[in-house]
């Protein structure tokens, strides 16, 4: 039986880092939300329950969180680019989006957010 591309999807990732470029955001750090989607071709996984045949989620959101706590960003846009490289680096990777949101960054508004997508050529 053919098998569509798996979807992986890592949603609410909470974490705390530097974002953005004015005195007090680059003092104190922030909480952003992230979300990645990333599509990988699962046919050998679905047909062998081999481990080694599977995109391993886990190994990549660990590169996310020790990039993000350990990072510093001035731009949304830098920190979104820096996650979709991670999340696209395997050679299985069909498509990857990643969005973060910067929770209360403007007065108003629940949150800001930013998305990027990357497909395979």
């Known amino acids: 039986m053919p098998v569509s591309n798996a979807v992986i999807r890592i949603s609410n990732l909470r974490l705390r880092t530097y974002i953005g470029f004015n005195p007090e955001e680059m003092a104190k750090q922030q909480d952003v939300v992230i979300n990645v989607e990333i599509q990988y071709p699962a046919y050998k996984a679905t047909e062998s329950d081999d481990v080694s045949k599977a995109l391993n989620y886990k190994v990549i959101t660990k590169r996310m969180i020790q990039h993000v ?8 846009e830098k920190l979104v680019g820096d996650l ?28 800001v957010s930013l998305t990027l997508e990357w497909q395979k050529g």
Do not use: C
Request: net charge negative; hydrophobic share 45%.
């Open 84 to 111: 979709l490289e991670i999340a696209h680096e395997h050679d299985w990777t069909e498509m990857a989006r990643v969005t973060v949101d910067k929770p209360h960054a403007l007065r108003f508004a629940d949150s």
């Open 69 to 76: 706590e350990e990072g510093r960003f001035l731009l949304l």
